[in-house]
């Protein structure tokens, strides 16, 4: 029992149960919806979360992975003014937001109320306020590596609106702007609850310096670009989509691979977010070696994983469509001819990719180094929009979309590697040797602590 219970409270355990938790409580809810929802409403709804999660990216992709990154080498003074930094320039940054969307929502009101982004214009600047509290109490307990409360937050803000969504399927079907509604409730809850354990670091607001301010937007302006970049890179086949004249019906069917996508991206989130606090330390302490080391065992361990997941994805393809979405995404769309188990095969390839590129990222930002972080985002994006053009307008095809996610992570690779390698000196062949190592190491601990409890019991 003693191995198992040092896996439970292992750092990356207790983040891969958190983000578990997000991701079956979203793909179960996703799954009720796209069952009790028409195309066109369904289509609606993943767009004002798609809009929504895109803004997100600028909000906290100011101050957050700097605030991680300063946070990890600081002492308690410094600390403090940091995280009240860090609550100060998101109240700013949602106030900015909202009236910009306020504004817009009120000059454009017919053009918005006929498109599929009313929602969103209407309803994101209220949600906004909502979750800024328990959203910044996530990145601090990050930074302090409490996992713990983390998997607390997740489940209780994931579990809330799952409850919702159970009772519009099962008991009061409910519209677009009720559901809404219980999302504005499940943030207000769980922002109230950060607030209240002081977990949130508003109540060091007041500790916020013109240093440390500067401190956190100096790093931010490129961690922002990046991470909206990243962002974009999900949701520009969505958006490209939209406004295209297959509207929001094609939106519907191409967001079923996605969120199976998104599903296969669960551990990656999770181990991405134990290794960036460790990597920042080294690098904050000047241990390049260490630096290095993590990212290959980072690296390798995720991209043997994702190997079986991808190849689970690729057989499984069409049950896992059934599962998700329903029977009816099975058979080839009779209007568009569209087939969502050919673009989740696609995207199964795709999630081969994705464990180097992410880790290269986290690279550079942990080396201080984020403005090329930026540069290789923003030419992914590039790349990502162009051939969504090509595809969409010109051979209005949903599967070369999907092909071009492979195009553009490919060149993201290259572009980590190459800037990454010029600091730290990378192999590629001890990314695929450190992986073998980390399965080697976790099998003999495994093996070597039951042939020791096994002894002990004939002893």
């Known amino acids: 029992m003693t191995i ?52 997100e990216m600028f909000r906290f992709g100011i101050t957050n992975t700097g605030l991680i990154r300063f946070l990890s080498g600081a002492d308690d003074d410094v600390k403090d003014k940091l995280i009240g930094s860090n609550a100060l320039i998101g109240v700013g940054a949602t106030l900015f937001i909202a009236i910009i969307l ?179 330390k080294a690098s904050v302490q000047g241990k390049l070696e260490e630096v290095k080391d993590l990212f290959y065992t980072y690296s390798g361990a995720l991209t043997y994983l994702f190997i079986g997941m991808s190849l689970c994805t690729f057989v499984f393809a069409e049950f896992l469509v059934l599962i998700l979405s329903g029977e009816q995404y099975l058979k080839v769309d009779p209007i568009s001819g569209f087939n969502v188990v050919d673009i989740v095969r696609v995207f199964s390839i795709y999630g081969l990719l994705l464990p180097i590129d992410r880790m290269t990222g986290v690279g550079l930002d942990s080396i201080n180094k984020p403005n090329i972080n930026a540069v290789k985002v923003f030419i992914m994006v590039a790349a990502n929009v162009i051939g969504d053009v090509i595809a969409i307008f010109i051979f209005k095809s949903l599967l070369l979309v999907a092909v071009g996610s492979i195009v553009f992570t490919l060149i993201g690779i290259w572009m980590g590697m190459y800037f990454l390698n010029k600091e730290l000196n990378l192999s590629y062949k001890e990314i695929f040797s450190s992986g073998l190592n980390f399965y080697k190491t976790l099998f003999n601990k495994l093996t070597h602590n039951r042939f020791t409890l096994a002894n002990k019991h004939v002893n």
């Open 4 to 55: 198992w219970k040092k896996i439970v409270r292992e750092d990356n355990f207790l983040s891969l149960t958190g983000n578990l938790v997000i991701a079956i409580s979203g793909i179960a809810g996703f799954a009720l919806l796209a069952r009790s929802l028409s195309l066109d409403i369904f289509g609606e709804w993943v767009l004002f979360i798609t809009a929504g999660s895109f803004v």
């Open 102 to 280: 306020f504004s817009c929502y009120t000059l454009f009101f017919e053009t918005i109320r006929n498109s599929g982004y009313h929602l969103f214009f209407k309803w994101y600047p209220v949600l906004a306020f909502l979750n800024l509290p328990w959203n910044t109490a996530l990145v601090v307990l990050q930074a302090d590596r409490k996992y713990k409360e983390m998997l607390i937050l997740k489940t209780l803000k994931s579990g809330l609106f799952f409850l919702v969504i159970i009772i519009h399927f099962f008991f009061i079907p409910m519209s677009l702007t009720a559901l809404v509604f219980g999302l504005l409730m499940t943030n207000a809850v769980t922002s109230l609850v950060s607030i209240v354990l002081g977990w949130d670091g508003t109540k060091y607001i007041t500790k916020a310096s013109r240093e440390t301010n500067k401190t956190l937007l100096n790093f931010g302006k490129y961690t922002t670009f990046t991470l909206i970049g990243t962002n974009l890179l999900r949701s520009a086949d969505t958006i490209i989509i939209s406004l295209s004249p297959m509207g929001s019906a094609a939106v519907a069917l191409f967001s079923i691979p996605l969120k199976l996508t998104e599903l296969q991206q669960i551990p990656l989130r999770s181990f991405v977010a134990t290794a960036f606090p460790k990597m920042s």
